[in-house]
Nanobody, 125 residues
Framework: QVQLTESGGGSVQAGDSLRLSCVASGGRVRNYATGWFRQAPGKEREFVAAISWNGDSTHLADSVRDRFTVSRDSARNTVNLQMNSLKPEDTAVYYC??????????????????WGQGTQVTVSS
């Protein structure tokens, strides 16, 4: 059973940066296509970023494209989400998700079988 654990969330000011990490463990751990999603209070979960199984391609939501980057550290089974120039509207619980059957950087939550517990990001103005 694959487990995903997010870390790096916190409370920051607008314009600050945070780096979230998602570590995969358990089962036959290998590189999986991984996505990041977020859910703000009272809103639906939305896609943020994704990276293909080998890290060759990434996909970011329009709302974060010029501020966030997603990368893979295969040696550590870790996918990182670097978030710069944070805005109050980025406040949400951030989740990473992965799936062994995916190779591409998918943006649909239904494509992912494994999910982490989430990490809170709060951006104040």
């Amino acid at each position: 059973q694959v487990q995903l654990t997010e870390s790096g969330g916190g409370s920051v000011q607008a314009g600050d940066s945070l780096r979230l990490s998602c570590v995969a463990s358990g089962g036959r751990v290998r590189n999986y296509a991984t996505g990041w999603f977020r859910q703000a209070p009272g809103k639906e979960r939305e896609f943020v970023a994704a990276i293909s199984w080998n890290g060759d391609s990434t996909h970011l939501a329009d709302s974060v494209r010029d501020r966030f980057t997603v990368s893979r550290d295969s040696a550590r089974n870790t996918v990182n989400l670097q978030m710069n120039s944070l805005k109050p509207e980025d406040t949400a619980v951030y989740y990473c998700a992965a799936d062994p059957s995916l190779v591409a950087a998918a943006s649909a939550a239904r494509d992912y079988d494994y999910w982490g517990q989430g990490t809170q990001v709060t951006v104040s103005s």
